[in-house]
């Protein structure tokens, strides 16, 4: 089962076992009920026999000539076992009394407390703690799940919603326990910058929530629309409240020359920062590398953001601020040359904490992937290397700086000497380097292990 069944199978079982309890509450009050009942019965009779019995021997008593000394002491005996029962009786009701009142006297406790917790949580038995997946089909059966008051409560660490309007994903973060959120990633939903300026002010009552994930949302900033500066203002201040944020994924959102108005929001440096398919521009480059981000981040995804001789300058000084705690580096599809790329090799070398470098989809030659392996060769933190095809390796017909679709739809020879050829090549640098067993170099976009990365 995947993360999208397990959801639904978790909130039906939950919403079963609520129902099931609610049904033996039920079946434990008729029969307490029941039990009250024949007490007091019992008791009622006890009560009324023992009169008739002091009746009777008052009458026994007051008779004239009476011989108390006859021997016969059966009427005595009758009123003592009738006490004796009747003492039974009183201490088992007493003992049952006291059993109920042990039963009773957690959920009174429970229910005084409840009134100084806003959610309760002392009435809560079972906590169920939960990575969420929800889409259009399975948002009723979530929010039933969150909603139904009971002794177990759903504790959500992170949430991943596809498909769903801004005011739906609203609903949930509304239902959801504050101390269990971690993360939250939306994706394919028509937020647009209004509907995620109303999202952001629902995250800020979660203290622990340190990831937030935005892909395929529709904010697109190119157009130009009415009141969309304003709702950009209330989402710079959103993000603002966001005091523990340490990830920030955005990805095919179309903010170019934002990226300072964003970033310069937020309260503290980032740790993870991917920014694919944003339209990125020489200002947000300008501005990233020169941000209190850049000597924090561990993570940076730069990918099929179109990359020239005027963003040089500042990738170099990005890659400087981050060389000593930069772990992963995605630059795919970003349109770098022999040239451009042997312009930031010398930058590349100097990050020494790097364990994963992906630069697949770029359009480089051979002798351009040679001399990057000997780079990343050299790096002894470096675990994997995710090289594009060189242009050698493809059928003829290429344009000379093929874009990264091009690169990704184009056929390879299918002769499999050059493919070979490029592959000895890249043996030789990991044998002369002596990194054959512990640098995995591939070309496969799929295929390649994270096991070595330490990926997240």
């Known amino acids: 089962m995947g993360g999208w069944s397990l959801t639904v199978a978790l909130c039906s079982t939950l919403l079963q076992a609520r129902a099931a309890a609610s049904r033996g509450h039920r079946r434990d009050g008729e029969r307490e009920r029941k039990r009250g009942l024949h007490t007091e019965r019992a008791r009622d009779g006890t009560v009324k026999r023992d009169r008739g019995l002091e009746s009777r021997k008052r009458g026994m008593e007051g008779e004239e000539g009476a011989n108390v000394d006859c021997g016969d002491n059966r009427g005595e005996e009758s009123i003592i076992q009738t006490r004796v029962l009747s003492e039974e009786e009183t201490v088992r009701s007493v003992r049952r009394r006291m059993e109920l009142h042990r039963r009773n006297e957690p959920q009174q406790n429970a229910s005084n407390s409840s009134s100084s917790s806003p959610d309760g949580d002392q009435a809560v038995v079972v906590r169920v703690r939960a990575d969420l997946f929800i889409n259009a089909r399975s948002w009723e059966r979530v929010r039933g799940a969150l909603s139904l008051p009971g002794p177990m409560r759903l504790y959500c660490r992170y949430l991943r919603v596809e498909e769903l309007p801004a005011p739906s994903v609203a609903s949930l973060l509304e239902l959801l326990p504050r101390d269990g959120l971690l993360g939250l990633d939306i994706r394919y939903s028509s937020l647009g910058v209004s509907g995620l300026a109303l999202l952001l002010p ?170 990057l392996a000997w780079m990343a060769a050299g790096l002894p933190s470096l675990r994997l290397l995710l090289y594009p095809y060189p242009l050698e390796d493809y059928e003829p017909g290429l344009p000379p700086l093929p874009s990264s679709a091009q690169l990704l739809d184009w056929p390879l020879l299918e002769e499999s000497e050059v493919r070979e050829l490029t592959l000895m090549q890249l043996e030789e640098v990991l044998t002369a380097k ?22 997240d």
């Open 202 to 371: 629902l995250l800020e009552p979660f203290p622990l929530l340190h990831s937030l994930r935005l892909h395929y949302c529709n904010l697109d900033l190119q157009r130009s629309q009415p009141g969309q500066q304003g709702a950009l203002q209330d989402m710079c201040r959103g993000l603002s409240a966001l005091k523990r944020l340490r990830r920030l994924s955005l990805t095919a959102l179309r903010l170019p020359g934002h990226l300072r108005l964003l970033l310069s929001s937020l309260s503290q440096p980032l740790e993870v920062l991917e920014l694919p398919y944003l339209s990125l521009t020489p200002a947000d480059l300008s501005y990233l590398s020169c941000s209190p981000h850049a000597s924090s981040l561990r993570k940076m995804d730069l990918s099929e953001n179109r990359l020239d001789d005027s963003s040089v300058p500042s990738l170099r000084r990005l890659f400087s601020q981050a060389e000593s705690c930069l772990a992963q580096l995605s630059l795919c599809g970003c349109g770098l040359s022999d040239v451009l790329l042997g312009a930031l090799l010398p930058s590349l070398s100097r990050c020494r904490t790097l364990r994963t470098l992906r630069l697949a989809l770029n359009p480089l030659t051979r002798n351009g992937l040679v001399s």
């Open 434 to 455: 002596g990194r054959q067993h512990d640098l995995l170099m591939t070309s496969d976009l799929l295929k390649y292990s994270t096991d070595l990365t330490g990926e």
